[in-house]
């Protein structure tokens, strides 16, 4: 293997980590977060070490506030997002059962008629 074949195979990604990690280690306190962790991190697991950095310090940024899919004023949404178009739909409760019908309060598995197990 000739030297100039070796750096590139090597030396360029070798690079590549060393960058990642010293990216890591400088951006890291600006966020309140562990600089060294974050570089080793990012160094010895390449580019999933990175990405999990640059995942985790936005995270850090997260105000539910200013999420608009985050809320839910009603207690069936789980904060999930409804679109604008389906919003005026009955809501089904849990393992299929409409969420609003009461009145079925005796039976609780909501068997047929006839059937009483």
Do not use: C
Not at 11 to 17: K, M, S
Not at 82 to 102: F, M
């Amino acid at each position: 293997m000739t030297p100039f074949l070796a750096v590139i195979l090597v030396g360029v990604p070798l690079a590549w980590l060393v960058g990642f990690a010293a990216y890591a280690y400088v951006d890291a306190p600006k966020y309140g977060m562990n600089p060294r962790k974050w570089a080793l991190i990012a160094f010895v697991v390449p580019l999933f070490g990175f990405l999990a950095y640059v995942f985790e310090r936005d995270e850090l940024n997260y105000d539910p506030e200013e999420d608009p899919y985050a809320g839910g004023d009603d207690g069936r949404t789980g904060g999930f997002a409804v679109h604008e178009s389906r919003q005026g739909e009955k809501r089904l409760g849990p393992a299929g059962t409409e969420a609003d019908n009461d009145d079925d309060e005796d039976d609780e598995w909501n068997d047929p008629d006839g059937v009483d197990l």
